[in-house]
């Protein structure tokens, strides 16, 4: 095909709203084949269009004029059976080349529909593209930036079908952003669901992205309760065979599921789409699935309190009762605990090799530490490694040695040894180069080069060698939530970690050794995810350090979720905060403060949310309740208390008691 030239346009251009002729109809509607060739290589990437090509348009009866602009519609995969003569992405040709997006038909006209044609309205200058595929790769760029602008746009359109496809885009894009950062906090005010989101979000970032029939039947066990996908009812798992799973539903009738069809339930997410019929089980099964399959090994919450520390979080000194005497300890805490298991698997999936052998060399010393406690338990000999100077006994963390002429015995750190029999020493010079032994290794190098002289005497009597085979290691994704995590003093519960967050992969060095060493890690492939509640006026600063190394994320109120009977009074309690309330743009809010709302305070960090008038019309057990009494509930032992508060801060401001009606009406 020809290439498109500047010749093309002017004859769109020269001939719009002409009156028909046969030479330039046919030339048009050459110009109509190069437009339908940009479409048809579209579609080799996954696209759909749908392209008039005819170049006349009717201007009264009888009578046919030119078009001022040929045009096609594009449709993303999947997209067309829920857009067609609705909305679309459109390429077109008038003076140059143009990608917009347009509604159809009636849709046409309508405000959504013209603010996003003007917003993602773009011109193509044709003397930059050498060829057509240069012009479906730009497109192809340019639908990707503003598909979420069309997804919200189709939805305020009423396609409602996208609802689930633009919920998922947005869980993209959140997961997107924390991969980058590798640390996001969910900020916004109370009752806007940021604890759950951030489960979410792990969730989706560590769940299989398939399943097998093992998966199932480990997961699903008879007598289980397994909700509907709309979370309306719930059905009862009677039976698992080989080959389904049998629900038993309200009515009494059971359905049998197979698992190919949960298996691809779960891979498609069909519980997003609506799916009605015997579709609907295997997506309730699928959904249960996917709700409770988060590896515990791989997620943790903790919640952060005024009175948390670095010893709390990170590493601190427990004491412990031996006896008549107390011993401390210097321990990983909570994070520490779990960045150690994520940095191991970083290190086993990136270096298999190295991670094996140095699994062999902590599964010798623990033989050879048993060896030595075999041996002074059962010998009447001493194990010497000089003349004078004896192992005396093992701990967990060390090999201690003695001699008669002292009173206190020493000890060569388990770490230590480790590090030596890696690099190889042979002579006390050696010892005393190595630089990450302990300090003490420098000036007892004689009894450090004797004790791992034994050791390798021992593996050599044992004919002890590493396995030489290789066994590849998954990488695993870890997510670590921290809720409220403004509640506490960051810069000092945080510590050198300010540092670590940044880089990656570094070590850092701790206030606390633990094994005799000082240094921490946070691997890449270790996530983190706060919430922080913007209204908790007793929180703590998050200082500028500590916000760069952070992605924040609002998370605000939102009418969608709250069924019709409740959005009156939600109404009602959001124009205490926001003055803008029916032409807010739910899709992305930008409210604006009431008469009610002190000057010090945004809309954005008060506001309350959704989640207090959220209702369900069964309870755990499946049996139905009064969704009106849930309400009233909700109304007057949480949102009034709250309102009471705001009014007593100073954050609400009561003009004419209209607040403290509202409050007695909720109470």
């Not at 305020?156 to 993209?172: A, P, T, Y």
């Not at 197979?258 to 959904?287: C, H, L, M, V």
Request: negative net charge; hydrophobic residues 35%.
């Amino acid at each position: 095909m020809v290439f498109i030239k500047e010749e093309d346009f002017e004859k769109i251009t020269s001939c719009a709203n002409q009156e028909v002729n046969e030479d330039d109809f046919e030339e048009l509607k050459y110009i109509y084949h190069k437009l339908e060739y940009i479409c048809k290589l579209l579609e080799k990437k996954g696209y759909e269009f749908s392209i008039r090509k005819d170049p006349r348009r009717q201007a009264g009866p009888g009578t046919f004029k030119f078009q001022e602009y040929h045009w096609a519609r594009i449709y993303p995969q999947g997209f067309r059976k829920y857009c067609n003569d609705k909305f679309a992405f459109i390429v077109g040709f008038s003076s140059s080349v143009y990608f917009h997006m347009m509604g159809v038909k009636e849709y046409q006209n309508k405000k959504p529909s013209t603010e996003a044609s003007d917003k993602s309205w773009t011109e193509l200058d044709i003397d930059d593209f050498p060829n057509y595929e240069s012009i479906v790769d730009k497109f192809i760029e340019y639908e990707k930036n503003n598909r979420m602008l069309f997804l919200e746009t189709a939805v305020k359109l009423g396609i409602s079908e996208l609802e689930s496809v633009l919920k998922s885009m947005k869980m993209e894009n959140r997961i997107d952003l924390l991969k980058y950062k590798k640390q996001i906090i969910l900020q916004g005010p109370p009752g806007t669901g940021k604890t759950r989101l951030a489960k979410e979000i792990a969730r989706e970032l560590l769940i299989k992205e398939t399943i097998t029939v093992e998966d199932i039947k480990s997961l699903i066990k008879i007598g289980d309760k397994i909700k509907s996908i709309t979370d309306y009812t719930t059905y009862q798992v009677v039976s698992i065979t080989s080959s389904n799973i049998g629900l038993q539903l309200t009515s009494g009738n059971v359905q049998t599921p197979t698992f190919d069809k949960i298996i691809s339930a779960y891979k498609e997410k069909k519980w997003n789409g609506g799916t009605t019929g015997g579709d609907a089980y295997e997506a309730a099964i699928a959904k249960h699935i996917f709700q409770n399959t988060i590896p515990e090994e791989q997620f943790k919450l903790i919640q952060f309190h005024p009175a948390y520390s670095y010893e709390d979080f990170v590493r601190g000194i427990s004491a412990t009762s031996n006896g008549n005497q107390v011993e401390y300890k210097t321990e990983d805490k909570s994070f520490a605990e779990f960045a150690t298991i994520a940095n191991k698997n970083w290190m086993a999936s990136n270096n298999p090799q190295l991670v094996s052998q140095e699994n062999w060399l902590r599964e010798t010393i623990d033989d050879f530490k048993e060896h030595l406690l075999n041996n002074l338990e059962n010998s009447t000999s001493k194990i010497s490694i000089t003349p004078k100077v004896f192992i005396n006994r093992v701990t967990e963390n060390s090999i201690r040695y003695n001699s008669d002429a002292w009173e206190v015995d020493g000890g060569v750190p388990i770490s230590d040894l480790s590090k030596m029999y890696q690099a190889g020493v042979s002579t006390r010079k050696e010892v005393k180069s190595l630089q990450t032994l302990t300090k003490t290794a420098k000036s007892l190098s004689t009894y450090w080069l004797k004790v791992l002289e034994l050791f390798k005497n021992y593996i050599t009597s044992n004919n002890l060698k590493p396995d030489t085979s290789i066994t590849p290691v998954e990488q695993k994704k870890y997510v670590l939530i921290i809720d409220e995590i403004n509640r506490a003093n960051l810069p000092v519960v945080l510590g050198e970690l300010i540092y670590a967050l940044e880089y990656r992969g570094k070590k850092v060095e701790s206030m606390y050794a633990v094994d005799e060493d000082k240094t921490l890690t946070i691997p890449p492939n270790l996530f983190i995810i706060g919430t922080m509640n913007t209204a908790d006026r007793s929180v703590g600063h998050i200082d500028y350090a500590i916000r760069r190394r952070f992605a924040f994320v609002d998370v605000l109120p939102t009418k969608e979720p709250i069924k019709d009977f409740a959005k009156p009074m939600f109404k009602r309690v959001s124009e205490l905060f926001i003055k803008n309330y029916d032409a807010i743009d739910w899709s992305n809010p930008k409210p604006e403060r009431s008469e009610y709302l002190a000057s010090d305070f945004r809309p954005e960090d008060v506001w309350l949310g959704h989640s207090y008038f959220i209702t369900k019309d069964i309870d755990e057990d499946g049996k139905a309740v009064s969704e009106q009494d849930q309400l009233a509930i909700k109304l007057k032992y949480e949102v009034a208390p709250i309102l009471k508060e705001y009014l007593k801060d100073g954050l609400l401001i009561d003009n004419n008691d209209v607040i403290k009606n509202l409050i007695n009406e909720l109470s």
